[in-house]
Structure formats: C-alpha cells, structure tokens
C-alpha cells in the first residue's frame, strides 16, 4: 500500500517550457515533504522541501507546492533546462526535524526536456 | 573524499555467500540510514541508525544485518540472500537535532544475487 504516490512514470517538456511534477499521499501524519532529483548511477540529490504548515516554497526555478486538504503536492520548474532531465522523487516523513526520520518515497517520475 | 561514498558501486554475489555493504560519511551527520530500491519499486527504508543506536528496523528481514560503529560508518551484512534481494542499496545521513534537515545520499551499491 503505497503512501507516497507520483502516478506518471515519465514527462517530457520542451526546453524553456514550465515543468510540472505531481506527488499524492494517504498518510495524513506526514508533515515534511520532499523531492529529490536523481540522474543515472549517482544517489538522490535533495533539491526542495516544504513543512505542513506551509502551502508554498520558491528556491530559484523550482517551487513546490502543498495543497493538505487534497493530499496533494507539485514541483515546478521553470523556465526547464537540459540540466533537469533526471528522475524526480517525491518523499514524505512523520517529523519535519529534531529526530532522525526514515522517509516514504514514490516511485519517481522521469523527466524528459526537449531541445 | 566529500559526501556520502559507498563501496562497492556493483557486487554479485551466490546464495550461500557472506558479503559486507560499506558506507561513510565525510559531512559530520550523526544520522544514518539503508534504502533499498527494487526495480519498479520506490525507495524503500530499511535501518535507521541515530548517534550509532539502532532506531528503526522496517521489518527487515535477519539476512540483513547493519552495523553503526561510529556516526561516520554504516555496514549492512549480508548472508544466505535470495535472488529476489537483488536491488540497488543506498546509503543516506542527515544532521539530527535540526530545525530543518535533509538526508544525503550515496551513489548506491547495485547488488546481484544468483
């Protein structure tokens, strides 16, 4: 039973173009959440977060947003760079610091950006 | 060496052998923890270790054994596996005690069991 949920396997965007990435969860105790960026054979990389008791976060291209009464999440970036291309994870966690907490991921999205 | 560095990056192994994951991390983090990724599969947590303590054991099973000597260093012991273990490990640590915290990860080990 998956709590943290990306349902589309890949996307892909034209060069310049916004990219929107989509993220679901069930848990309603998770109040931190996350996305990582992955390219091949290198370990996620942490590129933005947000609290539950925020509903957006802006860090240069990419803005997440929370919406906690859909249990929904998105990533945007924009304007898409070659760079982006890479597999997107979303994650989840019951604890937004002070503690060590394992997180819930989805199973990614692949991000494609066309020239 | 920076970040978190994991050895070996590929290790194909029998059923019958015993073989060690290492992990190390040279950013100060006092948190670490096993991932496994199976194909088609999110990332799943395994252990948690937190100032060396095991804090959490997500229902691995005992062919898994993990060992936190110190805050830099995370092992994960592997004997008697079956095929369908095969995945990719990955390795992560994060700063405990944060107001805001993130884990790092490691390049992985791509693990092959026949």
């Known amino acids: 039973d998956q709590q943290v949920k990306q349902n589309s396997p890949s996307l892909s965007v034209q060069e310049g173009r916004i990219s929107i990435l989509n993220c679901d969860y069930t848990?309603?105790?998770?109040?931190?959440f996350l996305w990582y960026k992955k390219y091949p054979a290198e370990g996620p990389t942490f590129l933005i977060s947000i609290s539950s008791i925020k509903d957006k976060n802006e860090d240069g291209r990419f803005t997440v947003f929370l919406n906690k009464s859909a249990k929904h999440l998105s990533l945007h970036i924009v304007p898409s760079q070659p760079g982006d291309s890479a597999v997107y994870f979303c994650a989840a966690s019951v604890g937004s610091g002070g503690g060590a907490d394992g997180l819930t991921f989805g199973k990614g999205t692949h991000l494609i950006i066309q020239p | 060496e920076t970040g978190v560095t994991q050895t070996p990056r590929h290790l194909v192994m029998g059923m019958t052998n015993k073989k060690s994951l290492k992990c190390e991390q040279h950013?100060?983090?006092?948190?670490m923890y096993w991932y496994k990724q199976s194909a088609k599969k999110p990332l799943e947590l395994m252990f948690v270790y937190n100032f060396k303590e095991q804090t959490e054991n997500n229902s691995v099973p005992s062919r898994f054994s993990p060992e936190c000597p110190n805050s830099s260093h995370l092992f994960l012991h592997l004997h008697t596996l079956q095929p369908e273990d095969s995945a990719l490990y990955l390795c992560?640590?994060?700063?405990?005690?944060?107001?805001?915290?993130?884990?790092?990860f490691g390049p992985g080990t791509r693990l092959t069991v026949t």
């Open positions: 992560a640590s994060s700063l405990d005690g944060g107001a805001v915290y993130e884990q790092y």
């Open positions: 848990n309603s105790m998770f109040d931190y």
């Open positions: 950013l100060g983090h006092n948190a």
